[in-house]
């Protein structure tokens, strides 16, 4: 089983549109758990799955409750050849989840922990994180083989990604960073520039583009992938170009 974490300090970046078409791709290959770490329940919202979590976090972090008695299989429609999307869905028990880590025991390990007992069932975690340098991102660090960063073509994205930096080498067990940049507008000359020269710069940001598009915004109409609605899209075909990369590196 891998560990996928979907990850950066920065808010709006492009990670959870990312972790849900990621979970798609993986999907093609092996059954795929989704795990939506932030209160805004973003990624349970696209994925169609009721924005309930059967006991709340708690009871799941501290272990009185496993992943297979929460989860919930995505709702769109899972086409032949494709495995599997099972949600950890995000409700308002959330909210708590920080202070709740910070007053346990091993409170950097306790997602860690909550995995383990999914590993015969999954092939690929996909972790949606929220913004910020949060134990809850730690934790999500901590487990993950493959850190997946959004970098939007902008000064402020490149100091998120230095804080990820940060956040990946305090960890105990660093894990490798996969940076893209995503929401890349080429009518913009400072977004070609960017993609030109910061696959250059910054040896984590790889060589695969997420385009600018409606079609990402069209999975909130349609709760679903890109792929399983526009599945010869740009889009879609960068993230499948994405996972390919995330494979190797995980
Ligand atoms: N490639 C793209 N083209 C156009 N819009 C995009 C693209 N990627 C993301 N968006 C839009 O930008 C907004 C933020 O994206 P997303 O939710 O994926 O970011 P996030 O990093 O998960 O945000 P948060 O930090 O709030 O969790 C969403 O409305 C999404 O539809
Ligand atoms: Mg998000």
Redesign the pocket.
């Given at each position: 089983m891998k560990i996928v974490a979907?990850y950066?300090t920065?808010?709006?970046?492009?990670?959870?549109?990312?972790?849900v078409n990621l979970a798609w791709e993986a999907s093609r290959s092996g059954a795929v758990l989704l795990w939506d770490l932030?209160a805004?329940g973003?990624?349970t919202y696209l994925t169609g799955v009721k924005p309930k979590l059967k006991g709340g976090v708690a009871k799941l972090v501290k272990g009185s409750n496993t992943i297979s008695d929460v989860v919930r299989e995505a709702a769109f429609p899972r086409p032949e050849g494709h495995h599997r999307i099972d949600v950890v869905p995000a409700d308002d028990s959330y909210r708590e989840l920080e202070l709740m880590l910070d007053s346990v025991k091993g409170s950097r390990r306790r997602l860690e922990k909550a995995l383990k007992d999914a590993s015969g069932t999954y092939d690929t975690v996909i972790l949606?994180c929220?913004?910020g340098a949060s134990l809850v991102a730690e934790n999500a660090v901590r487990s993950a083989d493959v850190i997946v960063t959004?970098v939007a073509p902008a000064a402020l994205s490149l100091r998120s990604l230095e804080q990820v930096r940060g956040v990946v080498a305090d960890s105990a067990k660093p894990a490798p960073i996969l940076a893209f940049l995503?929401?890349?507008d080429r009518r913009k000359l400072s977004h070609r520039r960017a993609v030109e020269d910061l696959p250059v710069e910054h040896k984590e940001i790889v060589d695969v583009v997420?385009?600018?598009?409606?079609?990402?915004?069209r999975?909130?109409s349609e709760r679903a992938p890109v792929a399983a609605f526009a599945p010869r899209h740009q889009?879609a075909l960068a993230y499948t170009d994405l996972w390919a990369l995330v494979v190797k590196a995980a």
């Amino acid at each position: 089983m891998k560990i996928v974490a979907v990850y950066s300090t920065k808010g709006g970046a492009g990670k959870t549109s990312a972790a849900v078409n990621l979970a798609w791709e993986a999907s093609r290959s092996g059954a795929v758990l989704l795990w939506d770490l932030d209160a805004q329940g973003a990624s349970t919202y696209l994925t169609g799955v009721k924005p309930k979590l059967k006991g709340g976090v708690a009871k799941l972090v501290k272990g009185s409750n496993t992943i297979s008695d929460v989860v919930r299989e995505a709702a769109f429609p899972r086409p032949e050849g494709h495995h599997r999307i099972d949600v950890v869905p995000a409700d308002d028990s959330y909210r708590e989840l920080e202070l709740m880590l910070d007053s346990v025991k091993g409170s950097r390990r306790r997602l860690e922990k909550a995995l383990k007992d999914a590993s015969g069932t999954y092939d690929t975690v996909i972790l949606d994180c929220p913004p910020g340098a949060s134990l809850v991102a730690e934790n999500a660090v901590r487990s993950a083989d493959v850190i997946v960063t959004p970098v939007a073509p902008a000064a402020l994205s490149l100091r998120s990604l230095e804080q990820v930096r940060g956040v990946v080498a305090d960890s105990a067990k660093p894990a490798p960073i996969l940076a893209f940049l995503s929401m890349v507008d080429r009518r913009k000359l400072s977004h070609r520039r960017a993609v030109e020269d910061l696959p250059v710069e910054h040896k984590e940001i790889v060589d695969v583009v997420v385009p600018a598009s409606v079609v990402v915004e069209r999975m909130g109409s349609e709760r679903a992938p890109v792929a399983a609605f526009a599945p010869r899209h740009q889009v879609a075909l960068a993230y499948t170009d994405l996972w390919a990369l995330v494979v190797k590196a995980a």
